[in-house]
């Protein structure tokens, strides 16, 4: 197969929620040289996408979510142990979560992954999480980053609500905040005051290393 052809079959595994299809994408995405970034940027994350606007649309349901969401793990499994990254001392502290009324947390733990493996010390406290335990835990914790998650348009709001949470705090100036998912935006970024936008799990990484560079 070509890599054109690879990567719409991890693209279609994963929008019709094929496991054991989307698994033998990932070792085929392997065994023909294309790096996990590619697989994931070029094949998986397109269609985990596509799955939230279809569902926030209403021509996908929960089940059917739920099962992309389970044949993305599947691959991201196999593709997991081959990512490159550096060693050594940890380049900062990153929290990082997917907000209230969202279950979705495919980006985010791809996001987690890279993040781990070039050198950041990450904190996942999971999916749909209240937004004032994500700011509580960041201070706790002594994030240095805060990175929200979220695939549905109703997650929007929760973002801006955790950065206006940290500025009435009085704690705005004390960690940086990212986000990240399929109806975020650079723009919207800068409309609600985060620092930065990641439209792709290397991005991310991109972002927190340039943020928290020394």
């Known amino acids: 197969m070509s890599e054109k052809d690879i990567l719409k079959k991890l693209y279609d595994s994963v929008l019709g929620g094929v496991e054991d299809s989307a698994a033998e994408a990932a070792q085929e995405a392997l065994d023909a040289g294309i790096t996990p970034l590619k697989a994931i940027d070029d094949g998986m994350s397109p269609a985990i996408k596509e799955v939230g606007e279809r569902f ?9 979510m739920v099962s992309s969401a389970d044949a993305m793990e599947a691959a991201l499994a196999i593709l997991e142990p081959h990512f490159e990254g550096d060693e050594g001392e940890s380049k900062g502290k990153v929290l990082i979560a997917t907000v209230q009324g969202d279950i979705h947390d495919i980006g985010k733990n791809i996001v987690t992954a890279l993040l781990k493996v070039n050198g950041f010390d990450v904190i996942d406290i999971g999916r749909d999480i209240a937004s004032t335990d994500i700011v509580d835990k960041s201070l706790e ?44 935006s650079q723009d919207y970024a800068d409309e609600i005051g985060a620092d930065g936008y990641g439209e792709t799990a290397y991005n991310a990484v991109e972002l927190c290393t340039q943020l928290l560079a020394k």
């Open 56 to 64: 926030g649309l209403g021509e996908m349901f929960l089940p059917e």
């Open 141 to 184: 914790l002594g994030a240095e980053v805060i990175g929200l998650s979220g695939l549905l348009t109703t997650s929007l709001p929760m973002m801006r609500d955790i950065i206006q949470m940290l500025d009435d705090d009085g704690v705005r100036d004390q960690v940086k905040v990212i986000i990240g998912g399929g109806p975020t």
